[in-house]
């Protein structure tokens, strides 16, 4: 996983995981993208500490942590706060980057 930038935030698509260090369900949740990533042999997220990142959780409205910010078409599609499982964020994923599920 990366850390967002500036740069990326300016991007019209990305899928933001969002967290803060102590919080043991943002682990939990952390462990899930961290093994997509691994089945899929690439960074597919980027992350963000909540924590350092007051003015962005205010501007976007983030309620709790942890939160997959979903972007695409430069507008905010969906925040995700309830992981629950792998496949749960499996049917994210084949909504906003089908390009990971394409077969050559």
Same mark, same amino acid.
């Given at each position: 996983?990366?850390?967002?930038?500036?740069?990326?935030?300016?991007?019209?698509?990305?899928?933001?995981?969002?967290?803060?260090?102590?919080?043991?369900?943002?682990?939990?949740?952390?462990?899930?993208?961290?093994?997509?990533?691994? *089945?899929?042999?690439?960074?597919?997220?980027?992350?963000?500490?909540?924590?350092?990142?007051?003015?962005?959780?205010?501007?976007?409205?983030?309620?709790? *942590?942890?939160?997959?910010?979903?972007?695409?078409?430069?507008?905010?599609?969906?925040?995700?706060?309830?992981?629950?499982?792998?496949?749960?964020?499996?049917?994210?994923?084949?909504?906003?980057?089908?390009?990971?599920?394409?077969?050559?």
């Amino acid at each position: 996983m990366q850390q967002v930038t500036d740069d990326i935030l300016q991007q019209e698509r990305y899928l933001l995981y969002i967290y803060t260090p102590l919080c043991g369900t943002c682990a939990l949740a952390r462990t899930m993208l961290d093994k997509i990533e691994s *089945v899929h042999q690439q960074d597919i997220f980027y992350e963000m500490n909540a924590s350092l990142n007051p003015e962005f959780m205010q501007d976007y409205k983030v309620e709790s *942590v942890p939160c997959l910010l979903i972007k695409e078409g430069g507008e905010i599609r969906d925040k995700v706060y309830a992981f629950k499982s792998i496949a749960n964020i499996y049917s994210y994923l084949m909504d906003y980057k089908p390009e990971l599920f394409a077969t050559s």
